[in-house]
């Protein structure tokens, strides 16, 4: 009976999969068929839409920064793996849509534009004030919701996107390497320069 329900899942999730496919191909042809230059303001949405994330990636960077003092203090954060997981999703969510933006910038078409900001509010859904502490089925909810939009600007974008398990894997090499930087920057902080007078 159990085998039965994870094959229903399974298949379940295999058809959706194939459905976000068909949405983003279909959605593709329809951004190349459009010769139209993107508005001003639809432009400038575009453009300055990911300067909405820099309130975000501050919070990550303080975020990250006390995981790593924890960690330095020889304990082990709570929830480590969930931290981990939110971490590295949100490095990757923040790359696939720097490189969207990138060809977006380039090809100048209206409708990718407009699809470029529906990803863009999509994953801005994803990476909300609450995203440090929400749960994994929270974050893969919030995905679900919004992966038809990120999906068809990525294949409209020639933008690989990896299944959500595969972008923790891919991203924590990332993380790693951002916390490392800290911990060097730490132990070498600059001296004190300031002269009492």
């Known amino acids: 009976m159990e085998r039965l329900k994870k094959d229903a899942v399974?298949?379940?999730?295999?058809?959706?999969q194939e459905d976000v496919k068909a949405v983003a191909?279909?959605?593709?042809?329809?951004?190349?068929?459009c010769t139209n230059a993107p508005d001003r303001r639809t432009r400038a949405l575009a453009m300055a839409g990911m300067w909405e994330f820099t309130p975000f990636k501050k919070k990550?960077?303080?975020?990250?920064?006390?995981m790593v003092d924890i960690m330095r203090a020889g304990e082990k954060p709570f929830e480590f793996s969930l931290k981990i997981?939110?971490?590295?999703?949100?490095?990757y969510f923040l790359d696939k849509l720097e490189g969207m933006l990138d060809v977006v910038e380039e090809r100048k078409n209206a409708a990718l534009t407009v699809q470029f900001n529906a990803a863009r509010?999509?994953?801005r859904k994803i990476l909300s004030d609450t995203y440090f502490s929400k749960s994994r089925n929270q974050i893969l909810e919030d995905y679900h919701q919004g992966e038809y939009e990120i999906a068809a600007c990525a294949e409209a974008c020639s933008v690989t996107l990896l299944n959500l398990d595969d972008a923790v894997k891919q991203y924590q090499p990332k993380l790693a390497e951002i916390a490392d930087d800290k911990v060097v920057n730490a132990k070498h902080d600059p001296p004190n320069l300031y002269i009492p007078i």
Do not use: C, N, P, Q
């Open 85 to 91: 997981t939110r971490f590295s999703l949100a490095l």
């Open 25 to 33: 191909r279909s959605r593709k042809d329809a951004i190349d068929t």
């Open 10 to 16: 399974r298949g379940m999730l295999v058809r959706r």
């Open 60 to 66: 990550m960077d303080k975020e990250i920064d006390t």
């Open 121 to 123: 509010r999509a994953v």
